[in-house]
């Protein structure tokens, strides 16, 4: 079951990111054609564009997470020679990552309400909208870093049956 939820976790953010990425890059085509060819520059993409790339990053920061290819963290776990000490360091990582997610939940939640009142100048949408972003991207760590975790425990009773 872990496997199949990891999978349609994957396949949703890859879903979502992608698309998002190839809507930021039609809008910022558009915004480019319509500044220099029409001579007519759109105020709107510009602020959909900063809006869409927190979105992206956030999300797909929370994707890297869940792929455990954060670079500082693969940096780091490469130069450890001991299995036992690379669980441990996995372990480490994963808390670590639970607890920025929970801070990014909180204070995400905070920022969401707290910003709903107040609507963005071009789009004109409660910016609560972009400041969900920081929930939803630390849930979505949340539920990896747990998966993370359940799979370390699971391959290392594995691991421990198999020696015996």
Known sequence: MNKAFRKYLD??????????????????????ISRYILNNPSSVT??????????????????VVGKKSHIAITFLSNGIKSE?????FEVIV???FILFAVM????????????????SPSLHLPMGYVYL?????GVTILLY????????????????????
């Open 46 to 63: 510009g602020e959909f564009l900063r809006f869409g790339l927190i979105w992206f990053s956030l999300l797909a920061g929370a994707y």
């Open 94 to 96: 994963q808390i670590s």
């Open 145 to 164: 870093c747990l998966i993370n975790l359940t799979d370390l425990f699971s391959s290392k009773q594995l691991h421990i049956q198999e020696n015996s």
């Open 11 to 32: 396949r949703t953010m890859e879903t979502i990111t992608c698309m998002l990425l190839m809507i930021m890059v039609a809008v910022t085509s558009w915004q480019v």
């Open 133 to 137: 972003s920081l929930p939803v991207s």
């Open 104 to 119: 990014m939940i909180m204070g995400g939640t905070k920022a969401v309400s707290m910003t709903m009142a107040q609507i």
């Open 84 to 88: 036992q000490t690379k669980r441990v």
